[in-house]
């Protein structure tokens, strides 16, 4: 007990170094360059202790859970020597992963939002949900399409670099074909994806795998999934949008 209360303790003083700076700026800003008091400071301050504790309780449950679970799903499942249920689990893990990301659930709302504003869909709360969830669902299938094409790069050893360049080329042609009010939502989803949920069990899952299979270096080989996870997503929304 005393050495968990300890780790947390750590925990804790990260955090706080990592948000202080951003309360620094804030206030230099807004009390040096605006000249103003800071409205509501009592909510300011419980807001940023809830802030520093949420960091840490969620770091520490990274370290206990999620990085954990996801290497040793992916070295199980290689052990086993099974392609089609690594690459299916690859699919879900990336897709259930992007569908609960709450930075995704905000930016299709929003986008929901302003497309009705816009006329581009009925001003109706159905309509406004039908679009944030086709978004969200497209959002979520591409980045299960490129796990799995991660996965399999680690498993033959591609070089990340072609695949990368290759993905970027498919970005700027959609980009030219796409219409324009989808191309910046598409940009900003490629963004949004790879957040709080998606990072820490992709990343654990190309670190584990890589791990577990022979000739394979954690470090080269295990890293580059998120690259491929916001890659995707812009151009399946705009190939999307331009259908849809």
Known sequence: MPRALA??????????????????VVAFFQLVVLRQPLPELGAILVGSVLVVL??????????????????????????????LWLTVFAFALGFSTTVAEPALIAIADEAASVAAADGLIAATESARHGYALGLRLTVALSVGTAIVVGVIRIIKGWSVLWLIV?????????TLVAPADVV??????GGVTTSTVTVPLVTA????????????????????????????????????????
């Open 54 to 83: 949420g960091l840490a309780l969620f770091l520490r449950g990274l370290e206990l859970a999620l990085f954990p679970l996801g290497e040793l799903m992916a070295a199980g499942l290689a052990r086993r020597g099974s392609l």
């Open 184 to 189: 910046g939502i598409a940009y900003d989803s």
């Open 7 to 24: 780790t947390f303790g750590g925990d804790l003083l990260g955090a706080l170094r990592d948000v202080a700076p951003i309360v620094l």
């Open 166 to 174: 290759a993905g970027y080329v498919g970005v700027v042609l959609m």
């Open 205 to 244: 899952l190309g670190v584990g795998l890589a791990s577990a299979v022979k000739g394979r270096n954690p470090l080269v080989d295990g890293f580059g999934l998120i690259a491929f996870a916001s890659l995707t997503p812009m151009v399946f929304v705009m190939a999307y949008g331009t259908l849809a």
